[in-house]
Each structure stands twice: as C-alpha cells, then as structure tokens.
C-alpha cells in the first residue's frame, strides 16, 4: 500500500506526498499545509479510555435563542428575527456593492438602540469612514469606531470587561494574524484570523460580522473557505449600475434561508425597499410591445418584475442571443419550443431579453412570461394591459404548475393588477381574473385577437 501523504490542500482537502506553492487539483495558492496523521484507530489511540459522553433525546428543555433587532427591518426578518448573541455572520459581496455602507447603518442603528457596537474598518482610515458616515447623515450616532489590522491588538481590546456586543470586521481579507508569515488576504491568514475572531465573539458572546470580499481569480481567498466557520452567510448582491440591492442568506443557523432583504443604493445611503415590486415596475411605459410582467418569487416572498425581449432581423449566420438576468440556455429551450411547437421562427433574428432592474430571475415560472414578451415582440402586439404571467414550459408546449400561485396572485392584485395568465389553476378564490392554460399554442390567441398577426413563416 503507498504510504499516505500529509501535505493537504487546505482549500479542497486534496492530499499530496510534498509541498507545492499551488494546488493541483483546485489551482489555489499557497493552500498546501503539512498535517501530521496521527493514528486514530483504537488500537492507535492505546490504552487510555476517553471520557463517556452522555447522549440525549431529541424532545427535552432548551431555551429560546435570545435575539436583538438591528433596527433596518429589512436585515432583522432575513436573519430570522434579528441577531443572536455568540453568533457569526459572514457578509460577502462584490467589491463595491454596499457591505461597507449597509454596516455602518447597522452599526448606528444599534448605537441608537443604545447597544454599544464597534466597527473596525481595516480598508478605510477613519477618516474615510467619518466622511461616509456624514454621507449617510450617522455622525451623531453612538459608534464605536476603529481602524486596524492586526487581529492581536483588535482581540486585546475587545478581551475587557466593557466589550461591545456587536463588531464588525471590514474586511476580512485585511486582518492578519503576526505569527503567520503568508500575507492578508491569503487562506491561511484569512482561515487563521477568522478562527481567532469567531472564538473570541463566542466567548464574550458578541455578535461578530465579517466582510468578505469575493474576487474572482483565486489568488485572494474569498469568504467561501470561511462558510462552514460561521452561523450566518449572507450575500449582498445587484448590478453595480443598478439601484437595488439584496441581501440574501445563503446559511442560517438560526433562521431559515429563504428570506431576503430589499434595498436600494441611493445618494444618502440604503434605503430599505418594503414593497420591492412597486419599484422594479416603477418605470413602466404602459402598453409597448415586447415587455411582459412575471409574477415571481424570491424565497417565501412575491416579487413582479418586468421581462423584456427584442427581436430583429440579423445578416449573420449564427443571430446574436444576448439574455440579461436570466439563463441562456433556458431562452434557446423556449426559443426551440416556440418554434417546434407553435411554429414560430425566429432562428434567423436577434433575440435580446433583459429583466429590467438587474434582476436575475432563476425561476423557471418565468418561461411563460418570457415566451409571451417573445411573441409580443415578433408581432408588434403589446400583452394585454394589466396582465401579470407566469408558468413553466416544458418541452412538448404544455404549461405546468409552478408553486406558489395564491401568493403570486395576491401581490398582483395589491399592485393593481387585473388579470392573469398562469397554468390552469385549482378551483379556487382567485384574487384577479385568470386564464388558465395548458399549452403554450394557447397564448397565440392574445396576440391574434387584437391585430393582424405577422406570424413569421407560421407552419402548419
Ligand atoms: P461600499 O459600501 O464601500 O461597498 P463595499 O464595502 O461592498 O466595497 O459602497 C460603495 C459604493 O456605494 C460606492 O460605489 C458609492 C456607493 N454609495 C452610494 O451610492 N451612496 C452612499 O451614500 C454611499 C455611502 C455609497
Ligand atoms: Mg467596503
């Protein structure tokens, strides 16, 4: 038998027989570590008996997890009610996107409650910070400000006995731990200081926020090596060009994951967006053609969103897809569906389709609102006015139930919306009109009944 290494990658667990600067099998760097093996098996172990441990039933007496509220509503109900004491909360996000800003708000927000809370910014002087925190109007709040580095002096000063019961470590990838030699940011340093912070938060019993930035090559570790450290992950996500932002719990000890929280980058700060489908269907330009409202769902909570297609001639032999926010490949499936099924070409146009907003939509419940804004824009014809869909296609044109449709509809009607046009539906009190269908040929009608149709090549 080969006698087993212990030189293992620390980022994908890959075992080697000697060190190497990258990995060969996930491509990080300096990830290798020399591990000593040591004998587990009881024989390994020797004569010493290990102390019993006692085991448990399931059903018994435990407290309820105490929790504070932030006070931004919209972070407080994606972390399943607020925060919980003792706990770690990984906050990763693209370079830009707002985690600074959103917990600086979090900060002065439990400063105003009176909590005492810290924020130690390893990016920014304090200089920097103090001009943001004008920005956003929080230079009166109670913050406990700092700037450093070095997690032995931040440790030291949150070891005495007036300890905040919030800190947030911006970022991750700048604190260092002195007896390490690898630079900030590396896996080791990040993995190594993460593991003193996080010990240090569940002994003082401190709520500790990481950021972490996520870098797409792999040289700087990304917070996806911490993920299984901490309580909570939480990514902030959006189109940089775009206004809204959300939050969204990827991991949640202590709540569920499908929560996500609504925000919009303005120019005094995040606004918290309550009713997140007024403002993605905000600039609506009534009837044009080409646009269709989806009636989605983020996790447990109904979201209306405008889809949008163009579609036009093209000379090239292979016509441009371009899709915006949703799949590709789930576009070329409509696309062949369309055509194989109701006889609509569009092999030889341009095939544009965005979700207005920044919006991704990974539902496959918008395949019916995407076919109708296809169609729409083929022929010219607007949807009808008022009119929300959803549904998903599958690949003989039939139109099949998504989940979730009472919530759907009942968003819609909030918003003032008048009908709808869905999968057919279980009888039942539907909140608006509805037309429920079961194959895709059956939305040809909408376009037909108002205008001439110039089907394109239409097949018999
Ligand atoms: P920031 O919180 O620094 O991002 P991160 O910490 O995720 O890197 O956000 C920076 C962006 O937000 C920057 O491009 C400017 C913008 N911004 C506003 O639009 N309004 C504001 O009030 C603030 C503070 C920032
Ligand atoms: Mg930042």
């Known amino acids: 038998m080969a006698k087993s290494s212990n030189f293992i990658c620390q980022a994908c667990g890959a075992a080697t027989n000697k060190w190497a600067g990258k990995c060969e099998s996930c491509g990080e760097w300096n990830s290798i570590v020399e591990e000593i093996a040591a004998d587990i098996t009881p024989k390994g172990l020797g004569a010493g008996k290990g102390r019993k441990i006692k085991f448990e039933n399931l059903i018994g007496s435990t407290e309820q997890t105490p929790r504070f509220a932030v006070g931004i509503n919209e972070m407080d109900r994606m972390l399943g009610g607020g925060l919980v004491s003792g706990s770690a909360i990984l906050i990763g996000g693209d370079p830009g996107i ?24 390893g ?37 005495g006995a007036n300890a905040p019961e919030v800190v947030v ?23 190594a200081a993460s593991l003193e912070l996080i010990k ?9 926020f990481l950021v ?25 996500e959006g189109e940089r060009g775009h206004q809204f932002r959300i939050l969204r719990a990827v991991k949640n000890r202590f709540g569920g994951t499908d929560e996500i929280g609504v925000f919009a980058m303005t120019d ?3 606004e918290e967006v309550p009713n997140p489908s007024t403002l993605f269907l905000s600039h609506r330009q009534g009837q044009v053609s080409g646009a269709a409202v989806f009636a989605g769902m983020e996790g447990s909570r109904p979201l209306l969103m405008e889809i949008q297609a163009l579609v036009s001639a093209s000379q090239l032999a292979t016509p441009r897809r371009a899709v915006v926010g949703l799949d590709s490949a789930r576009l070329a499936m409509i696309l062949a569906v369309l055509e194989t ?26 395949d019916l609102a995407v076919a109708a804004c296809l169609i ?55 909140s608006i009109g509805n037309e429920g269908l079961h194959h895709v040929q059956e939305l040809l009608s909408y376009f037909r009944s108002s205008a001439p149709v110039k089907m394109a090549n239409k097949r018999d």
């Not at 044109?397 to 919530?407: I, L, M, N």
């Open 268 to 270: 005094k700060g995040l």
């Open 169 to 191: 470590i911006d970022s991750i990838q700048t604190m260092f731990l002195d007896n390490i030699e690898s630079a900030p940011g590396t896996v080791t340093q990040v993995r």
């Open 212 to 236: 972490g930035h996520v870098t797409k090559d792999g040289q700087i570790a990304g917070p996806r090596v911490l993920e299984h450290m901490v309580d909570t992950v939480l990514y902030f």
């Open 98 to 121: 707002g985690k600074s800003t959103l917990l600086l708000q979090a900060v002065a927000a439990l400063g105003k409650q009176g909590r005492k809370a810290a924020y130690i910014s």
């Open 341 to 366: 099924r109701c006889g609509i070409i569009m092999h030889d146009k341009e095939v544009y389709l965005n979700v207005a907003g920044g919006l991704k939509v990974v539902e496959p419940a918008a």
């Open 376 to 430: 729409s824009a083929l022929t010219n014809i607007p949807v009808p006015e008022h009119t929300v869909i959803f549904g998903e296609i599958g690949l003989s044109g039939e139109v099949r139930q998504v989940g979730r449709s009472d919530t759907r509809l009942k968003e819609s009607d909030k918003l003032g919306f008048k009908s709808s046009i869905t999968p057919v539906l279980p009888p039942g009190k539907l």
């Open 200 to 208: 240090l938060a569940k002994r003082k019993d401190m709520v500790l």
């Open 123 to 159: 990016e920014e002087s304090i200089a920097q910070v103090r001009l943001r925190a004008s920005r956003l109007g929080l230079l009166q709040e109670n913050v406990e400000l700092a700037a450093a580095t070095n997690v032995r002096d931040i440790i030291s000063s949150l070891e």
